[in-house]
């Protein structure tokens, strides 16, 4: 970015933190965002004031030599002109900003995004976003929603807030620039990245076994469902008979791979980097298919496994303050 | 804002597709098309050969064109404009330099700014094509090459749905269609300049027309030019074919070889007695770049804005730079001049010595035999032309030093020229007052518009002779020679048939087509400051001041931009009546303090609102049992039902909540 540019930045961002109503600095809003006439602006491009210079010039023109076809042609490209400007208004009027997802991804890999445009009852021509400085085009045909695809760089844990998006358009002479602020109030979840390598978690003491049924124990206890069990340890036929679901007990995991991950028992780092090893801890245990328990200083999440448990230890560790 | 954030953001400019490159080519193909009626063809050639030449290079050698071939290309231009012109400036050479600026520019046809910019430029062309000829088919062949522009720009946009060229051309053309209206009410109300603000058309602009001199063979042009000169509309019938002379420009001066007007004699206005029929009519003047109007054989007093002249020729205070359309009356017959003064015979008499001798002799040995019979003598000059060998020829062998002579007795080839000047030079060597009269004579009558057309190739010359008791009468040595050249409805022909590219049929054609070129002419073209200002006399306006054209100007186009503004804002209704009727219940309840939650379903927002207003709890319950049942009960419900959903919600009145 040139000074001139970077100075102009500053200025802007003054201007927009004074005088919000003025530089329609939007908050964010829910989704869907429809575009209506009361936010969308328009003004002339460079070329379009170029050309009304030409035009008033070739008017200047037909008038002193009173040629009247001449004066003729220049109001139909006056008028011409003039009109685009409503079919820019129109390109942009009624559409919709319906929906954004994103898939988790660890803080910073690029997160890939699908925006979703809705066009409403009219076909829509080169429609322009602009977002983080880059600039992707579309067209929509009449009805069918389109979609966006674009990846954003992450760079911490923690919920990432939608920028401020531009929505504009040329069409169709690039005379005339029309252009909505678009600020959704989506937020985008990070998970932490884990640490690159770093201690196994401590090995379960003896009184991991305590209270536990051995495996391979006949006849096999039963006891009541708990998420993240494995569905082919339900007992299905004797939970038909109950109101709720009930569990074969009889194969018991390996006491060894049962995993108790606490913050506590990580001494002498800072609160980043615990949080990065205990999501080292998790994905390890997720991947190795051991049960695993995690010990916020706020928050505890009881032996379990499968993806559900990963997640809500996932979001928990991104969300620690 | 926004060209600040390309400044802070620099987004890189994508090159032009092929399909962009093709209708800029198109677009300049079209300008090249409207110029070359008055490029010189070599040019029109070389233009057409570059644009190919472009087209072949960025196809088959893409990238940026190497300066080597640019400058040269250019200079090659500007070298070739300024050896053919003369010079470069002036409206001529200007316009082909701009156009073949134009077709050069498509070599660096490589990014959107470089578009917008040709395409701008061919806009200002086209513009100028319009300056030298503006006439119906040229405007609309202009006005259609918006569109090829149109389309180029509306390529650059990012980001679109490819189609076919007509699915490319249509809104291009809906477009246009759609300024009309706001083209043609600033076409009517934009205020007319009364004075031009800089420099008038150049004098070499000036269309070849009648000139106020005359030498053997000066009219040839003229008389194979096609254009119109001037239409007339005749208030009651139109004279017979052969009362049909329309006079410019009385010569006197004879040097030999040229008969010169002058600059018109000043003086009291000839006499004239008008004996029989009188002719009213509407002559509108296409532009000529000089003073003179022709008129009728003998106009009866000038129109306003213009004097007549001694001998009754018409001139106009300032000269005809745009067409002009001026009412008069003129006697058929007449008796001019009935007493002739010393003076004025004495140059009707003027010759130059030295010269043309047999001719003298032949006019004097006329004289002893005639005796004081002039008419007689004028009898006889025309009866030697009609019996003694002549023919009437658009390329006559040229003429030696004694040019009557040599015509009489040597080639006795020619046309009208050549007639009315040995005509008139037999009359003055016999001692008979003449002169030469040359304008217009003939034309073609256009009976669906009513009014007679004179081109060009209608100028003529004769001769007019002072003869005792009847004053100046005319006399059309050419007639003699060649009768249907005067009798004839239309063009005359020149040597029997026209050149081979204008048959009958096609001349016949053209004739009856410009009914359609003087609607123009007389609604467009000739639409000047005077006209405008009465524009408004239907409404009992009888002169709009500009600033009352100004004011409709405004008035009119806030009228356009509210319709246009109606159209950009309606939006059709969504969804089906039941559910319209639904939102704007919902609309009317959020005012109330009920607003719709987003994703809150029909029946949970009406127990809501049934909770928020328990006096109308049962109005509210119906209502939603009438929608659910409208909307989730059956694929198409009844449309009685739909109705009175619509009524109850419409009648549906919430209290105001006092809190």
Known sequence: MTPAGRAWSAVLRRAERRLPSLTRLRGPEALPIALHRRRIYIVPTGFGLGFTVLLAVMVLGALNYSNNSALLLTCLLGAAGAGSMLVAFRTLDGVALTAIRAQTVVAGEDVPLTIGIAPGRRPRHSLQLDIDGRRLALAITAGSPATLELARPTEQRGYMAMPRMRLFTTWPLGM???????????KILVYPRAEAFGPPPREPSLDAERGRPHPGDEPAALRMYRPGDPRRQIAWKLSARHEFLLVKDMEQPAPEAEWRLSWQS?????????????????????EGGHRWSLALPDRLFDVAQGDEHFHRCMTALALHP | MNFLYALTHKVREAPISAGTFNLVCITMAWVVAVHASHLPIWLTLLLGVALLASHWRRRHRPGKTPMWLKLPLTLGLLVGIIVWYGNLFGREPGSAFAVGLLVLKTFECETARDVRVAV?????????????????????????????????????EPGQVQGTIAQAALPSLGLLAAAIPLALLAFLFVPRLSEPLWGAPAADA?????????????????LTDDSPAMRVSFDGAAPRPDQRYFRAFVMWNFDGRRWDHGYGRRGAVAGLLPQGPVATYEITLEATHRRTLPALDVPMAAPEGARLSADRELSSNDRIDEVRRYRLSSALGYGLQADLDDNTRRLGLQLPPNFDPRARALAQQWRQTFGQNDEGIARAALG?????????????????RDSIDDFLFNTREGFCEHYASAFTFLMRAAGIPARVVTGYQGGFYNR????????????????????????????????????????????????????WYQPAWLQAARNRWDIVNRLWAQGVTGFDALRQRSLLQPFG???????????????????????????????????????????????????????????????????????FWPAQRKELESLATLYIHLTYARSEPAPELARRFVRLAREFRPPRVVK
Not at chain 2, 451 to 470: D, K, T
Not at chain 2, 584 to 604: D, T, V
């Open chain 2, 206 to 222: 000036a269309k070849p027309g009648l000139s106020s001199s005359m030498s053997p063979g000066d009219l040839t042009e003229l």
């Open chain 2, 120 to 156: 701008a430029f061919a806009c200002f062309a086209l513009m100028a094509a319009l300056l030298s000829d503006q006439g119906l088919v040229v405007t609309v062949a202009v006005a259609l090459a918006i569109v090829p522009a149109l389309m180029s720009l509306r390529s650059l």
């Open chain 1, 266 to 286: 990580i001494h002498g780092m800072d609160n980043e980097s615990r949080i990065a090893r205990l999501a080292r801890w998790v994905n390890e245990a997720h």
């Open chain 2, 384 to 400: 030697l032309f009609h019996d003694g060998g002549f023919r009437y020829t658009l390329a006559p062998a040229p003429l030696g």
């Open chain 2, 541 to 611: 306006v009888r002169e709009a001041p500009p600033s009352m054209l100004v004011t409709i100007l405004a008035g009119g186009m806030c009228l356009l931009a509210a319709i246009g503004l109606a159209w950009a804002l309606y939006r059709r209704p969504e969804g089906e009546v039941a559910q319209r009727a639904l939102a704007r219940l919902k609309a009317r309840l959020a005012r109330r303090g009920l607003a719709s939650r987003a994703s809150e379903a029909p029946g949970h927002y009406f127990s809501r609102a049934a909770r």
């Open chain 1, 176 to 186: 005339f620039r029309a252009w909505s602020w678009l600020h959704p109030d989506h």
């Open chain 2, 448 to 499: 669906l518009g009513q009014y007679l057309l004179v081109r060009q190739s209608n100028a003529h010359a004769w001769s007019e002779v002072w003869l005792a008791g009847r004053g100046w009468v005319r006399f059309d040595p050419t007639a003699a020679v060649r009768p249907e050249r005067i009798a004839a409805d239309g063009t005359a022909a020149a040597d029997g048939s026209g050149p």
